[in-house]
């Protein structure tokens, strides 16, 4: 049960502060959503260094593994909102804002987890 608790509060807070970037940056003129991809990748980053400073000579308990990775990355980063995204630039016809954003968020999303690695080495 405690470890639930520990995953509700991290993911509660990710989730907060995804929904204010995603206030903040997100363009209604131009429909590109800069808040999802930038949490997206800070969240892939997040996630890469937390990892890697748990598997780093048990640098985190499991407890705080759970806060910051399972619950607070976990809510920060969102595919379903990204997959929603896509949809929206899909059926309006806006297929290069659709490449460019679905290409980048993979490409630049897997390159975060790796320096976020790299970094804690």
Same mark, same amino acid.
């Given at each position: 049960?405690?470890?639930?608790?520990? *995953?509700?509060?991290?993911? =509660?807070?990710?989730?907060?502060?995804?929904?204010?970037? =995603?206030?903040?940056?997100? !363009? !209604?003129?131009? =429909?590109?959503?800069? =808040?999802?991809?930038? #949490?997206?990748?800070?969240? !892939?980053?997040?996630?890469?260094?937390?990892?890697?400073?748990?598997?780093?000579? &048990?640098?985190?308990?499991?407890?705080?593994?759970?806060?910051? #990775?399972?619950?607070?990355?976990?809510?920060?980063?969102?595919? !379903?909102?990204?997959?929603?995204?896509?949809?929206?630039?899909?059926?309006?016809? &806006?297929?290069?804002?659709?490449?460019?954003?679905?290409?980048?968020?993979?490409?630049?999303?897997?390159? #975060? *987890?790796?320096?976020?690695?790299?970094?804690?080495?």
């Amino acid at each position: 049960m405690k470890q639930l608790i520990i *995953v509700f509060i991290g993911g =509660g807070f990710g989730s907060t502060l995804r929904y204010l970037i =995603g206030k903040w940056l997100n !363009s !209604s003129e131009t =429909g590109i959503p800069y =808040g999802t991809f930038a #949490a997206n990748i800070l969240g !892939s980053l997040l996630i890469g260094i937390i990892l890697g400073l748990a598997a780093k000579n &048990d640098s985190l308990t499991q407890n705080q593994t759970l806060l910051l #990775a399972t619950g607070f990355c976990g809510g920060f980063t969102t595919f !379903s909102t990204f997959a929603y995204e896509n949809h929206v630039f899909l059926k309006s016809g &806006d297929f290069m804002n659709f490449a460019i954003y679905t290409i980048a968020s993979f490409i630049v999303g897997f390159l #975060a *987890v790796f320096l976020g690695m790299y970094w804690v080495k």
